[in-house]
């Protein structure tokens, strides 16, 4: 194991109060907040049981360390499925955001914050 990744190892969360495991490095029944989610999972209410570090300079990481919180698999819960009514208000708000109000009809994709209606109508008051 190299140096690098023998400094995120603590199995035991003695150094970093988690459970700790380098990149690619955790057990199998501990998964990522986006892994139960692609799986059909969700935490449901349990604590991190983990994480995995890794060493970036993207973003600006403090000390250039990045983190990402595991949860067991075993507690995790099946995804809560949105009712008919909760379906229907998202797509009325999606359609409010697509509407241009100057024209009123729906472009097709979420307006610009910074423009605040639609591209043809953005350059025709530009015009």
């Excluded at 194991?1 to 199995?11: G, H, L, N, V």
């Excluded at 490095?25 to 209410?45: C, D, I, S, V």
């Excluded at 507690?75 to 009514?85: I, S, W």
């Amino acid at each position: 194991m190299s140096r690098i990744r023998a400094r995120f190892w603590d199995p035991t969360g003695q150094r970093y109060a988690l459970p700790s495991w380098p990149w690619r490095m955790a057990p199998p029944h501990l998964l990522t907040l986006r892994q139960l989610t692609a799986a059909g999972l969700r935490p449901g209410g349990q604590d991190v049981q983990g994480q995995v570090l890794w060493c970036s300079r993207r973003y600006r990481a403090p000390g250039g360390v990045r983190v990402a919180f595991l949860y067991d698999v075993r507690l995790a819960l099946p995804k809560r499925t949105p009712t008919v009514r909760q379906r229907a208000a998202l797509a009325k708000a999606n359609a409010a955001r697509r509407t241009c109000p100057e024209c009123l009809r729906d472009v097709g994709y979420v307006l610009s914050r910074r423009l605040g209606t639609c591209n043809d109508c953005a350059e025709q008051a530009a015009a």
